[in-house]
């Protein structure tokens, strides 16, 4: 009598791991994340932890394999978005600069001296503009999961220190894919050159190139002082801040256990990527531009007034892509930054 009045449940039970079972069968064996920058870059090692997280809490039912120097779109880190779009890529951790192309709303960051701060990029990505930026993400058929960074970019060049809008006038200066930055360095006076990164160290080094910009970071794994970049200026003009993401298709395929594991390994290994992103940088620890000094970098930091110089002679490129992005957005920021 006992053993028939727990036949159900046994039934019952055993459908429930019957159905989980087929689910985790339908999963890949292997599910590809794109990356720019692979370890030890910060950018790298957040992909890398989330990847091992994933791993460990969902038991190996997800596998996921970092892809890092945009190898599964030959280098091209442009075509990222689209590649994952159309299921080429499953997941990546990727840069607001380099999907801006394809979602406007994602060049908010590069707006020059948009954000003056951490807590500036902070107000940003874990705020309302934050909600509005994964709204226009989702509705490409991407599932936007998480945030972390790669870091306020920092101007560096090969001749001289940069402390006025004059001290760029005809340097080449290598920029990403977007024509937001051409903008940028065109108005400052400067002879913008895009190029891929896996390009740009080789054009330095050789002096196809004077100067580039990027995180510090970048700076410091690439050591780039050995590829003539000996003059920093820390301007903190623009910041590019990074998305967890996931192919809505292989999105909607894991069970509802799965998508919130996956979801809380982002987000943890977003604030692991984001804490050494701004080592070394904070007020309280400048233990980075300290060991970039050692090592035989001419760091400049901009005073309010100099600084102000930049702002006003960025200021018509602000305004003519703030149309572009949407101003009600960008209204939205401004705001999210003066609360801060």
Do not use: C
């Amino acid at each position: 009598m006992n053993f028939l009045k727990s036949l159900p449940a046994l039934v019952v039970g055993a459908a429930l791991a019957l159905t989980a079972s087929a689910h985790a069968a339908d999963y890949k064996a292997e599910y590809k994340v794109s990356t720019v920058l692979g370890k030890p870059f910060p950018w790298g090692e957040a992909a890398t932890v989330w990847a091992d997280l994933v791993s460990e809490r969902t038991d190996g039912r997800i596998k996921m394999k970092v892809y890092p120097n945009a190898q599964l779109v030959s280098g091209d880190q442009t075509k990222e978005f689209t590649a994952m779009r159309q299921g080429i890529i499953d997941m990546a951790v990727g840069s607001t600069i380099n999907w801006s192309p394809q979602v406007k709303e994602l060049n908010l960051f590069s707006l020059p001296f948009l954000m003056p701060d951490f807590a500036a990029m902070d107000a940003l990505t874990q705020g309302p503009v934050g909600e509005k930026i994964f709204e226009a993400i989702r509705k490409q058929g991407i599932e936007p999961i998480g945030w972390s960074e790669n870091g306020f970019r920092e101007v560096t060049n090969s001749k001289h220190p940069i402390t006025s809008p004059a001290d760029l006038d005809g340097l080449k200066m290598r920029v990403v894919g977007s024509p937001l930055y051409n903008d940028i360095f065109s108005a400052l006076g400067a002879n913008p050159t895009q190029m891929s990164w896996a390009d740009a160290k080789p054009a330095l080094t050789t002096g196809a190139v004077d100067g580039q910009e990027n995180p510090l970071t970048v700076y410091d794994v690439a050591q780039m002082e050995n590829a003539g970049q000996v003059y920093i200026t820390m301007w903190h003009y623009v910041a590019d801040p990074l998305i967890f993401a996931v192919n809505t298709r292989v999105w909607d395929s894991f069970s509802d256990e799965d998508k919130a594991i996956v979801k809380q390994a982002a987000d943890d290994a977003g604030a692991y990527g984001i804490g050494l992103a701004r080592k070394g940088m904070t007020k309280d620890d400048q233990s980075l531009i300290l060991s970039l000094e050692a090592r035989g970098a001419k760091i400049t930091t901009l005073t309010d007034e100099q600084r102000q110089k930049f702002v006003d002679a960025t200021r018509d490129v602000y305004n003519k892509w703030k149309e572009r992005i949407g101003a009600d957005l960008v209204d939205m920021a401004e705001q999210s930054i003066a609360n801060r």
